[in-house]
C-alpha cells in the first residue's frame, strides 16, 4: 500500500506538535478560535498545503472533514458505550463525530478516560494517530471538559488509537460500530479475494474484511467511491456485502470535494448472520420504472478497439465517436475500416460511454440510419430497436435529451463511464 511521501509527514508533524502546545498550554478555552479551527477543517487544509493533490490521489488519500463526518454519521445516534472503531482514521474527523455524543464527566481526566474506552481506530502515519488523539482532547476542552490537572502522556491517552493496517489489524474486541473513510488507492487483489481478481480497489476490501468483524446487528458506516455502488466489475462485491448485511441508508454525496475528481456515495449497513435475500430486497440504486430503454432495445458495447483490432478482413463502414454527431442523424458514413468483426445493422442509437455528472446530458444519441451493416467503436454504445423501426429511435432520442434522465443517471451512476445496465435502465419517458 502506498504511503504518503515522508517529508510531507514531517511538515505535517510541526503542525501536530502546534496542536500539543495549545493542548497543553493551560489557557485553552471552549471558544478560543485556535481550539475551534483545529477541530473544523485545519487539519484537512494543513495536508493540502503540505501533500501535493498528484500524492493524495496516487495513495487515495481523501481526508473526511468534520462536515461530511457529521452528514454521514447522522441518525446513526448516540453510542452509548458501544465499542466504535475507525480503521482508516486519517486526523479523525469520523471518531470525533462520534465523540459528539459521548458525556462529558466531571474532570477531565475521567472523560478522556470514559472516552478511550469507546473510541478506537488505527492509521499507517503516527502523525495522523498522534493529531487524531490531540484533537478528541481539544473536543473535550470545548465540550465543557475541564483543561487536565498534569501534564498529558499521549502514550497512555486514548491507548485503542494506534499506529497499525486497517487491513491487518485485529481489534481486541469486535465493534459495535465502524466508521470508515478506507483509502481509494487500487491494489492486487488478494489470492483468496472470491469477487475479484486483478486490480481492486482497496475501499472495497476495507468493507469486506470489516464487516466480518463487525459485531452481529452491528453497524458499518462508510464514505466509499461511487464505482463500487454502480460499476459492472463490482456486481460480485455486492452481492458478497449483502449476503452478510443489509442496508439501512445509502446516500450519494457526489464528488469528494472541489479539489477531488471523484464521487462517492455513503451507506450504513446492518450486519446480519445469517441474513435472507428475501428479507434483503435492497438495490443500490433507485428502483427501475414500469417501463425502461432496455424493454424497448437490445443493447450492445462496439466491438471494434482500432489500436488492437487486427485489421483484417473486409473494408467496412466504421463509427467512432468523433464521427457520430451529437443528437444528430447519420445515413452515410464516410470513415472504412477492415474488420472481420460482426456489424450492426441500421437503424440504431449510438450512445457515447464516456459520461461526467458535471455533463449537460449524461446520455449523448446519433441515429444511425441506412441499409449497410457498420462496425463500431468500443467507445459508442450501439441501441438496436426490438421492433426495427426508425420511429422507435427518434423516441429514444427524446428519452435521452430529457433532463428527467440525466437527473436519474446521476443517481443512478456518477462514474465517468456508463454502463450497459445503467443505459438498460434509464425510465422510458414519453409524454
Not at 487515495?60 to 468534520?66: D, K, M, Q, R
Not at 469520523?94 to 478511550?116: K, N, R, S
Not at 493529531?131 to 470545548?142: D, G, Q, S, V
Not at 458506516?221 to 448485511?245: F, Q
Amino acid at each position: 500500500m502506498q504511503t504518503i511521501p515522508a517529508s510531507a509527514l514531517t511538515r505535517f508533524d510541526g503542525y501536530v506538535k502546534e496542536l500539543r502546545s495549545l493542548l497543553e498550554s493551560g489557557s485553552t478555552g471552549s471558544k478560543d478560535p485556535r481550539l475551534i479551527a483545529a477541530l473544523d477543517g485545519q487539519p484537512t487544509s494543513k495536508i493540502r498545503e503540505f501533500v501535493k493533490i498528484d500524492a493524495l490521489r496516487k495513495t487515495g488519500t481523501f481526508f473526511t472533514g468534520t462536515r461530511l463526518a457529521t452528514r454521514v454519521l447522522k441518525g446513526i445516534g448516540p453510542i452509548g458505550t458501544h465499542p466504535t472503531f475507525d480503521p482508516a482514521c486519517g486526523t479523525g474527523d469520523l471518531l470525533l463525530a462520534m465523540a459528539q455524543t459521548l458525556p462529558v464527566l466531571p474532570t477531565f481526566e475521567d472523560t478522556i478516560q470514559a472516552w478511550g474506552t469507546v473510541l478506537a481506530g488505527c492509521d499507517l502515519h503516527q502523525e495522523f494517530v498522534t493529531a487524531t488523539k490531540i484533537r478528541i482532547c481539544l473536543l473535550a476542552i470545548k465540550r465543557g471538559a475541564p483543561l487536565p490537572v498534569e501534564g498529558l502522556d499521549l502514550r497512555s491517552t486514548l491507548t485503542g488509537i494506534i499506529r497499525a493496517n486497517g487491513m491487518r489489524h485485529e481489534p481486541s474486541l469486535n465493534p459495535q460500530i465502524v466508521a470508515m473513510n478506507p483509502p481509494f488507492s487500487w491494489v492486487p487483489a488478494p489470492t483468496k479475494c472470491a469477487w475479484s481478481g486483478g486490480s481492486v480497489s482497496s475501499a472495497a476490501l476495507f468493507v469486506d474484511r470489516w464487516l466480518n468483524l463487525v459485531e452481529n446487528r452491528g453497524r458499518l458506516v462508510a464514505i466509499l467511491p461511487d464505482v463500487l455502488r454502480t460499476g459492472s466489475n463490482y456486481r460480485a462485491w455486492r452481492e458478497s456485502v449483502l449476503k452478510r448485511a443489509s442496508v439501512e441508508k445509502l446516500s450519494v454525496l457526489g464528488r469528494f470535494d472541489p479539489g477531488v475528481d471523484v464521487d462517492v456515495f455513503a451507506a450504513v449497513f446492518r450486519v446480519q448472520t445469517p441474513i435472507s435475500v428475501k428479507s434483503n430486497p435492497w438495490k443500490w440504486y433507485k428502483s427501475e420504472a414500469p417501463s425502461t430503454v432496455g424493454d424497448h432495445f437490445v443493447v450492445n458495447v462496439g466491438n471494434i478497439v482500432p489500436h488492437r483490432d487486427p485489421m483484417k478482413g473486409f473494408t467496412q463502414a466504421f463509427l467512432h465517436a468523433r464521427s457520430a454527431p451529437r443528437w444528430g442523424e447519420v445515413a452515410r458514413i464516410a470513415d472504412r475500416i477492415k474488420t472481420i468483426r460482426e456489424l450492426f445493422a441500421p437503424p440504431f442509437v449510438a450512445i457515447r460511454r464516456t459520461s461526467s455528472p458535471s455533463d449537460s446530458s449524461r446520455a449523448v444519441g446519433t441515429l444511425i440510419l441506412g441499409k449497410r451493416g457498420v462496425g463500431v467503436e468500443n467507445h459508442l454504445f450501439v441501441l438496436t430497436p426490438k421492433k426495427g423501426t426508425i420511429k422507435e429511435c427518434r423516441e429514444l432520442l427524446q428519452v435521452l435529451k430529457s433532463q428527467q434522465t440525466t437527473a436519474w443517471l446521476n443517481q443512478r451512476i456518477r462514474c465517468r463511464h456508463l454502463t450497459a445496465d445503467a443505459v438498460k435502465s434509464i425510465p422510458w419517458r414519453l409524454k
